[in-house]
């Protein structure tokens, strides 16, 4: 079936680094979804991305959707130790609201 | 404020029994869904509601059950066959259609 692929799986950081995430999926989506999940915590949406191409940023983080809406992106500029936590990407599975969530990336970032 | 409301936070179960977790949620949403979550790992889905009275299996059903008579609610019982229960076990819901999920705050399930 229809999987969304996550890389890397963990990345250390300096303070002050950039931070990117990636996801990719076998299959076209018809969009895709962003979490972050702190230590002990439960996942928070983060965004939605459903435009080929399509860009949006909040604040520090820019999340982009591929041309082909196979792959997306998370970037974060500057980490700081509040980033800290794993980003989960997360796409439909059929025309239902249920998806199919990546395994996830997990972010340390030393200060 | 609205949200989702799991309970307990902890629960721990003796092998062989079932067990309910409860999951709450005063958003107004038509959609809910299970997810169980395993230490370092994504998350797998159990079960999904998209109607009350009506719900659907996910890729790891078994040795699950769940229920939706009230739009406000969806528990989760975990069943004696199911072989591997301990786990982080997340609740969910949807406004509608392909709109990012409302989590709760987990429920964390040890087998003793």
């Known amino acids: 079936g229809q999987q969304v692929m996550q890389i890397p799986q963990y990345q250390h950081v300096q303070e002050g680094e950039d931070f990117t995430t990636y996801c990719n999926s076998s299959?076209?989506?018809?969009?895709i979804q962003w979490y972050k999940q702190r230590p002990g915590g439960h996942p928070v949406f983060l965004i939605q991305l459903v435009k080929s191409g399509e860009v949006k940023k909040q604040k520090r983080l820019t999340f982009q959707f591929g041309e082909a809406k196979k792959n997306s992106s998370l970037h974060i500029t500057a980490t700081q130790t509040t980033d800290v936590g794993t980003y989960f990407c997360?796409?439909?599975?059929?025309?239902?609201?249920?998806?199919?969530f990546g395994s996830g990336t997990k972010l340390n970032v030393k200060p | 404020d609205g949200g989702i409301t799991q309970s307990p936070k902890y629960l721990f179960r003796k092998e062989g029994q079932n067990v309910t977790l409860s999951c709450e949620q005063n958003?107004?949403?038509?959609?809910m869904y299970w997810y169980r979550q395993d230490p370092g790992q994504g998350l797998r889905l159990i079960y999904y509601?998209?109607?009350?009275?009506?719900?659907q299996k996910g890729d790891i059903a078994e040795g699950y059950s769940v229920s939706r008579e009230k739009k406000e609610s969806f528990p989760l019982t975990v069943t004696s066959a199911q072989k591997n229960p301990t786990a982080f076990y997340l609740c969910?819901?949807?406004?509608?259609?392909?709109?990012?999920?409302?989590f709760g705050s987990g429920t964390r399930l040890t087998v003793v």
């Open positions: 299959t076209t989506l018809s969009n």
């Open positions: 969910a819901s949807s406004i509608r259609q392909l709109n990012g999920y409302t």
């Open positions: 997360a796409g439909p599975i059929d025309n239902f609201n249920k998806f199919y």
């Open positions: 958003l107004n949403h038509d959609a």
């Open positions: 509601s998209q109607i009350v009275n009506d719900f």
